[in-house]
């Protein structure tokens, strides 16, 4: 034990709220479990961690609970939590009344669940996990690594209730039951003070997913954090990765999910270009419009990446000299980007994004259109990556 002293008063803490909460009628979660081609499974689970969350705010003003807050402050190891009653004392509670089956107390469950809290706090480094349900894709094998740390997997039947009873009224509509919503989106990493920017980092692994598949893949709408394989947080996916777009689910094969991991390091690019990140919005944002008002978005991606203030015509040749091998090939794509489809905006950005620099692509799609020959040659090359 590293510390006895935060030990007894985090014991105090959990004592007195169980005195608080004696006798009370805890709610039942009736759980399906559904599982592609297999029978379903159902079972009652006592709600404890939602009962003690919603009720958690009536002990804040006790003494128990700001001595509780004054040893954990106290300690360097808890600075990774951001707030410390959500985040460390609550969790707490709600791990020793799990393993008590309710309110009743049980020394050998607060020992647990306290000895799982200094393994979390004094370890080396912690292992944090974020999850959100995806759908709009399958995929053959039973994990896909879009690398740093981020994957996508076959969900395990029951894993998110195991650790979030609530999550049953959080998952998409028949999640686990049809063929394109049995996967999860994940996030794992291993981490010192900071936990990663979760909402932010998965939806760009959806953008990725979506440029490279042509799928309407989404996740969420939540997901589910863990810190050291304890509950740290439930947290919405933002808008615009959460909502599905119209379209047909597809299977993420090995060849499309080698672009999709390509392509999600380098979204990070349009931080720091402006007319990237806006002709990205704009494609994402057509994919759920209808027209005109879809064309017009379109038309706008187009001039952001590659008109260079020239407008839509010149976006619209270099745009064609990008995608096109042969010279009959380039006439055509030149017509078709006159007005162009969410289908040829999409092979162009993934073109662009897979350059690197956009503004050196501008340069060099010119010289090709001018004969040169250098120009040529790196066109070229791109074509073949």
Request: hydrophobic share 45%; net charge negative; with cysteine.
């Amino acid at each position: 034990m590293h510390s006895p002293h935060l030990r007894d008063t985090l014991r105090r803490f959990c004592l007195a709220a169980f005195a608080s909460w004696h006798g009370a009628d805890l709610p039942f979660a009736f759980e399906e479990h559904g599982s592609y081609g297999r029978p379903t499974l159902y079972e009652y689970r006592p709600l404890v961690r939602g009962f003690v969350e919603a009720h958690a705010g009536g002990l804040r003003e006790r003494d128990d609970v700001r001595q509780a807050l004054a040893e954990l402050e106290r300690e360097p190891a808890a600075r990774i939590y951001d707030v410390l009653y959500r985040s460390v004392l609550v969790p707490l509670l709600v791990r020793t009344a799990e393993g008590c089956g309710g309110f009743d107390w049980d020394d050998a469950a607060f020992d647990r669940a306290y000895a799982e809290l200094e393994d979390s706090l004094y370890g080396d480094g912690h292992s944090y996990g974020a999850v959100a349900p995806l759908v709009g894709i399958s995929i053959g094998a039973s994990q896909i690594e879009l690398g740093d740390g981020i994957r996508v997997r076959q969900a395990k039947t029951g894993e998110l209730s195991a650790l979030w009873p609530e999550s049953a009224g959080l998952l998409p509509r028949d999640f686990g039951r049809e063929v394109d919503r049995l996967c999860l989106l994940e996030l794992e990493r291993s981490v010192e003070t900071d936990v990663p920017d979760a909402p932010g980092e998965l939806a760009d692994a959806v953008t990725s997913l979506r440029l490279a598949t042509e799928a309407p893949v989404a996740a969420g709408p939540v997901l589910f954090e863990r810190l050291d394989w304890r509950p740290y947080g439930i947290r919405p996916v933002l808008p615009i990765a959460a909502t599905p777009p119209p379209g047909e689910a597809t299977r993420l094969d090995p060849f499309r999910a080698t672009v999709a991991a390509q392509l999600r390091p380098l979204l990070g690019l349009a931080d720091e270009d402006a007319r990237l990140g806006d002709a990205l919005d704009r494609w994402e944002l057509s994919l759920f419009q209808p027209d005109p008002f879809r064309s017009e978005q379109l038309r706008h991606a187009l001039d952001a990446a590659l008109g260079n203030g020239e407008g839509l015509y010149a976006a619209a040749m270099r745009a064609a000299a990008l995608l096109g091998e042969t010279a009959e090939e380039r006439g055509t794509l030149a017509e078709r980007f006159r007005e162009p489809t969410a289908e040829l905006v999409r092979r162009m950005l993934v073109a662009v994004l897979l350059h690197g620099d956009r503004r050196a692509l501008l340069r060099e799609l010119d010289g090709a259109l001018l004969g040169l020959r250098a120009g040529r040659e790196r066109v070229a090359e791109l074509r073949a990556s």
